[in-house]
């Protein structure tokens, strides 16, 4: 396993149009995390799974923002009828949580290289 | 709500030299804290974490010290090289036991050879 990779890497897409990442995670890894970094600024929380449950979303994913992990494996973050506002890098990462619920139980979070999109 | 700081924003040293990167938060009810290291353009390579039980970790030349008491932690990298050269940056979770972080800015790291 060489870390969690993301794809693609770069997308340019005109403004209104629908665009769809995929993040795969270490796969023994059971926590899933999706955030987006603008130029300049660290990156900003969007929405987790603990395998195909998604937890949490910030109220910085808009309706037009969906996150989905259907086997707890692989996720994919769709937005649509994009703006140029969402022009980001988007980043997955992810950790394991054992199965006693402890801080001490959550492993460090590792980062993929992230997708950078850029509406036109 | 959680916020965090890093100062300096920027740093520019010769190499070899000792340094400190500083992060602050305003809640110290936390349960842990995550060094990480980004390359322009790049995703972040964690670093060190830092449970709340802890009072700081080390990985080679760097080491990591929390206080929780006063919100603080620091990054002292020894030796640095040109190597370093990135932005650093902290992050505490969101709630008890997830890494859903608030992230700092972070501070650009820039070693001159």
């Known amino acids: 396993d060489t870390g969690v990779s993301q794809d693609p890497r770069h997308k340019i897409t005109k403004r209104g149009q629908n665009v769809t990442f995929r993040c795969d995670p270490i796969s023994e890894h059971n926590r899933l995390y999706w955030y987006r970094q603008t130029l300049g600024q660290g990156p900003e929380f969007l929405t987790y799974?603990?395998?195909?449950?998604?937890?949490?979303k910030s109220r910085l994913l808009s309706d037009r923002f969906s996150a989905e992990r259907p086997k707890g494996s692989f996720s994919t973050l769709e937005i649509q009828r994009t703006e140029q506002g969402d022009s980001a890098m988007y980043l997955c990462a992810s950790s394991f949580m054992g199965r006693i619920e402890t801080p001490s139980a959550v492993t460090e979070a590792f980062f993929g290289q992230g997708t950078r999109l850029t509406v036109v | 709500k959680q916020e965090v700081t890093q100062i300096p924003a920027a740093l520019s040293v010769p190499e070899g030299e000792n340094l400190v990167l500083n992060c602050s938060f305003t809640?110290?009810?936390?349960?842990?804290l995550q060094w990480f290291r980004q390359d322009p353009g790049k995703g972040l390579t964690s670093l060190l974490l830092i449970q709340s039980s802890q009072r700081e970790q080390t990985s080679g030349r760097l080491n990591a010290s929390l206080d929780k008491s006063s919100g603080r932690s620091t990054l002292y990298i020894a030796a640095s090289q040109p190597g370093d050269s990135a932005t650093y940056l902290c992050?505490?979770?969101?709630?008890?036991?997830?890494?859903?972080?608030?992230f700092g800015p972070g501070t650009r790291l820039s070693v001159l050879p």
């Open positions: 799974f603990q395998n195909e449950a998604q937890l949490e």
């Open positions: 992050a505490v979770p969101l709630d008890n036991y997830g890494q859903n972080f608030v």
């Open positions: 809640d110290s009810a936390i349960y842990n």
